[in-house]
């Protein structure tokens, strides 16, 4: 091989790196630009975040829920931390389209009318499981675990002064009461919303696997059993310590799992759909076939 021929090879290289560095620099000034503008009203989201935890507070007997910092440099952090995750979420259909115009060059036109929605439906889906964490999961896991003190707590003071909130308190024994911190509720919230918007996306990954031919409908209803296994112990490592939580993300995601399996047998049917028009397989014959039989 000549000295010109080794050029002429590395030169789509070096502008493949030349394309990669661009993409990745538009991106990240899209999050940086993202952050700011997000840090600039991160207070009411913040507050908006701190909803599930206030109902459930004044669900539970306190009239008047109070959150505290105890370091003067917390709450500032508190408010980085929050620009950052809705920085990345203003900023991704950004980041997605420098994605989709770095690899698009390199796909034939099936594959780009088969790659497009799933990178539109990613962020939808991540948004409803988000929604989801926020509007039902955080408020049960709240009032499960706020439960065991500020009620009966707040319940008992309140009986023994014969109503008088102002001047509840008990004559012996220690009053168990929540002081919640801004940083840690905050922090199991976010935990819910990125763990639901995460296991949201199972249908994606699923059916972009099948259209890969890495995954099978057969072989996905023949592993329901290791599955089932799976969801529990995810369910158990990011969700609280508590039963009701537990089960709400296994029901979801073992329901995203089946639809999952629902579209990848469509995606088989339409590649042998058009194999069959292609003249490739015949009317009776199936290319996922062996699959079924070892399964």
């Not at 030169?11 to 990669?20: F, S």
């Not at 962020?123 to 989801?132: C, I, K, N, R």
């Not at 905050?186 to 699923?206: S, Y």
């Amino acid at each position: 091989m000549s000295d010109s021929d080794i050029d002429d090879s590395s030169a789509p290289l070096i502008e493949h790196l030349a394309e990669l560095r661009t993409r990745i620099i538009r991106s990240v000034l899209a999050f940086v630009v993202g952050m700011v503008i997000c840090f600039t009203v991160a207070g009411p989201i913040l507050d908006f975040l701190l909803v599930p935890i206030e109902k459930s507070m004044r669900a539970l007997g306190n009239p008047n829920p109070v959150m505290q910092y105890t370091a003067p440099q917390e709450y500032f952090f508190t408010l980085i931390r929050i620009s950052m995750v809705g920085g990345l979420a203003v900023s991704f259909p950004v980041i997605a389209y420098q994605l989709w115009r770095f690899v698009a060059p390199g796909l034939y036109r099936n594959e780009k009318n088969a790659f497009l929605p799933f990178l539109i439906a990613s962020p939808v889906l991540f948004l409803m499981g988000a929604a989801f964490a926020q509007y039902v999961v955080v408020p049960l896991a709240m009032t499960f675990f706020l439960g065991f003190a500020d009620l009966p707590s707040f319940v008992g003071a309140l009986v023994s002064n014969g109503g008088d909130v102002a001047a509840a308190s008990t004559d012996s024994g220690i009053d168990i009461v929540f002081n919640g911190k801004v940083n840690e509720s905050l922090d199991i919230t976010l935990k819910m919303i990125v763990a639901f918007g995460l296991c949201f996306q199972l249908p994606v990954l699923l059916t972009l696997m099948g259209k890969a031919g890495l995954a099978t409908a057969a072989g996905l209803r023949g592993t329901r059993k290791y599955a089932v296994v799976g969801i529990l112990t995810v369910a158990a490592l990011v969700t609280p310590p508590d039963v009701t939580t537990q089960l709400i993300l296994f029901t979801v995601v073992y329901g995203l799992y089946e639809i999952s399996i629902f579209l990848v047998a469509r995606v088989e049917k339409k590649r042998n759909d058009e194999l069959r028009a292609a003249g490739v397989l015949d009317e009776d014959d199936d290319i996922f076939a062996e699959f079924d039989e070892d399964d």
